[in-house]
C-alpha cells in the first residue's frame, strides 16, 4: 500500500501517541488508583517536554488531539439515552445558560479593563464560554478579527484551560465527592475544549467524562446563537466593514452525529455488541489523544505570554471557577 503524503506526516506523531497510550494502560496495572487517563497525560507531558519535541511529530499528536477525540464523542452517543440526557433536567439546562452568560459577561468586562480591544476581549468570552479554539476559529471571521489577535486568544483559552483540566478534577472530589451530576456540571460547565473536558473528566472515572460532556455539550449547541450575537454587537460597534461575515459556522459535524446516534439508541434497542463495543473503541480513542494532549502541552509558552496576558487568563479562569461553583451549590445539581 503507497501511503499519501499527509498520511506519512501524521503516522510518526500518532504512532508516539499510541505507544504513550499503551505505557499508560499497562502502567494502569500497576497503579490502579491512578488509571490509564490519567497516566497517558503525565507521561504525555513528560516525554513532550523532553524526549519528544521534534516538529515532525506535530501533525499526528495534533491528529490524535482533536480527530480521535471527536470520533470518540460520537461514539458515546451509542452509550447514551434521552434518560441519560434527562438526567440534567432543566436546572442543567438553567445552570448552563447562566454560566455561558456569566463568563461571557465576565471575560469582556476583565478584558476591556485589562486594555485589550473589543475584538480579542469578545474572542476570550466565546472561547471560554463556548468551546475554546472552536468557538474562537467561528468567532473571529465574524467579527473581521486579524490573524495575530486570533492566534494570541486561542494561546490564552488553551493554557488557562490546560491548568483548570489538572485542577478542576481535584476540586471537584474534594467539594462533592461521590456526587457524579455535581462534578459532571463543574467539570462540563467550565473547561474550554472538548479534549479538556474528556482529559479532566477521565483523571476521575468514565462516568464522569460521558455527564460532563452532556454538560459540554449542551455548551456546543449554543455556538451558534453566541456567533449571532457578537456578530451583530461587532456590527452596531462598526468593528466591522463587510455585511456578511467570511465564514459560515454551524454546529460540529460530531456533535451533530453524537445526537443521531443518541436518538437511535434511545428509540431502537441495539445489540450489547454496540455499546460495548463503543465503549471500547471510544475509550482507547480517549486514551490515544489525552497522551497527544500531554505531548503538545508546552511549558515554554506559559513563559513567554506576559503578565497582563496571564492575569487575564487567571481572572477568567477564578470567575468560571467561583460560578460554577455558586450555581451548582444555588440550583442544587
Keep these: 500500500m503507497i501511503l499519501n503524503a499527509k498520511t506519512k506526516t501524521i503516522l510518526p506523531g500518532l504512532g508516539l501517541s499510541l505507544a504513550v497510550a499503551v505505557l499508560a494502560k499497562l502502567g494502569a496495572l500497576l497503579l490502579p488508583k491512578l488509571g490509564g487517563a490519567t497516566l497517558a497525560i503525565l507521561l504525555g507531558i513528560l516525554l513532550g517536554n523532553t524526549l519528544f519535541k521534534q516538529p515532525a511529530l506535530a501533525a499526528g499528536t495534533k491528529f490524535s488531539e482533536s480527530r480521535l477525540l471527536e470520533y470518540s464523542v460520537v461514539l458515546l452517543g451509542f452509550t447514551v439515552t434521552f434518560q441519560t440526557i434527562g438526567e440534567m433536567g432543566l436546572k442543567g439546562l438553567l445552570y448552563i445558560v447562566l454560566m455561558m452568560t456569566t463568563v461571557i459577561c465576565g471575560a469582556y468586562f476583565i478584558g476591556r479593563k485589562l486594555g485589550f480591544n473589543e475584538k480579542m476581549a469578545l474572542m476570550m468570552a466565546g472561547g471560554n464560554a463556548v468551546c475554546g479554539s472552536s468557538a474562537i476559529g467561528a468567532i473571529a471571521p465574524a467579527i473581521e478579527a486579524n490573524d495575530e489577535e486570533k492566534g494570541q486568544i486561542i494561546t490564552l483559552v488553551n493554557l488557562l484551560g490546560t491548568v483548570m483540566m489538572l485542577t478542576l478534577p481535584f476540586l471537584g472530589w474534594s467539594l462533592f465527592g461521590a ?155
Design 179 to 333: 456526587d457524579l451530576l455535581s462534578k459532571s456540571a463543574l467539570l462540563g460547565g467550565t473547561l474550554q475544549s472538548v479534549g479538556q473536558v474528556v482529559a479532566g473528566a477521565s483523571l476521575i472515572n468514565p462516568e464522569t467524562v460521558k455527564y460532563a460532556m452532556l454538560f459540554k455539550i449542551t455548551r456546543i449547541i449554543f455556538l451558534v446563537v453566541v456567533v449571532f450575537l457578537f456578530e451583530s454587537k461587532a456590527k452596531h460597534d462598526h468593528l466591522v466593514t463587510t455585511s456578511e461575515s467570511k465564514k459560515k459556522f454551524s454546529i460540529p459535524w460530531y456533535v451533530t452525529c453524537f445526537l443521531i446516534f443518541c436518538i437511535i439508541n434511545s428509540f431502537f434497542t441495539l445489540p450489547t455488541l454496540f455499546s460495548e463495543g463503543a465503549h471500547f473503541i471510544s475509550t482507547w480513542f480517549e486514551t490515544i489523544a489525552l497522551a497527544a494532549i500531554g505531548l503538545r502541552l508546552d511549558f515554554q509558552k506559559f513563559l513567554k505570554e506576559g503578565p497582563r496576558f496571564l492575569l487575564y487568563g487567571l481572572s477568567v479562569g477564578a470567575v468560571q471557577t467561583i460560578a460554577a461553583l455558586l450555581f451548582i451549590f444555588l440550583l442544587q445539581i
